[in-house]
């Protein structure tokens, strides 16, 4: 009788079902919601409670939000790509191409802790793993080894045509959602990689880049 009651409790307790979180659990977790995966303003977690998104609404959040991923993840990305090409550089431009991808590093290189930044202070949380950084970036970074200087000037230029195109349609965007502060901060960053790009374009114009 003790031996068969003790077995019906083993098999009692093999069959309950696991507990399931609850909702805060769930919320505790950390994953945040929203399009871009960047609204931290709803999560139960600690220190959370003054989160929220100032004056924006919901929809006007989420439309900045997406902006200042994308925006994030290719200043990182095209961080990276001058690096790259800063390290692998060979030949008779060798000295002032790997000082200059340095020189323009320093002047992209703010944007990123910017962007990030305007990101949490408007209640959202910056993706910042490789993976999503892969996915939201429009630049990409090479993979392979380039040493060519024509070749690497020729597809940096390209590179910051898209990114120059794209902070100035972010502008327009972010203005309409009413946001004139990111906007502003998008037309600072239009101004630096227009600079640049017209540098490595006058680079190019080098007989000896042929």
């Known amino acids: ?56 609404s919901e929809s006007e959040f989420g439309t900045v939000a997406e902006t200042l991923q994308r925006n994030l993840a290719t200043t990182i990305s095209l961080y990276l790509k001058f690096k790259k090409y800063h390290w692998d550089i060979r030949g008779r431009f060798f000295r002032d191409l790997h000082l200059a991808y340095d020189e323009f590093i320093d002047e992209i290189f703010p944007g990123i802790d910017e962007q990030a930044e305007r990101l949490v202070a408007l209640g959202g949380s910056p993706i910042a793993a490789p993976s999503d950084i892969e996915r939201f970036s429009i630049v990409k970074v090479p993979t392979e080894t380039v040493r060519d200087a024509r070749t690497q000037v020729a ?51 080098d007989d000896r880049m042929n």
């Open 1 to 56: 009788m003790g031996a068969r009651g003790y077995g019906d409790r083993m098999t009692k307790k093999s069959k309950a079902a696991p507990k399931k979180a609850s909702d805060p659990e769930k919320k505790a977790s950390g994953k945040a919601t929203g399009a871009a995966k960047a609204d931290a303003a709803h999560l139960s977690t600690t220190n959370n409670a003054l989160v929220d998104h100032a004056y924006l």
């Open 155 to 205: 597809d940096l230029v390209a590179d910051l045509t898209r990114v120059g195109r794209g902070y100035r349609d972010d502008s327009q965007t972010v203005d309409d959602a009413n946001d004139p502060a990111t906007a502003d901060l998008y037309n600072g960053y239009a101004a630096t990689i227009d600079k640049i790009r017209w540098m490595l374009q006058a680079i190019m114009d």
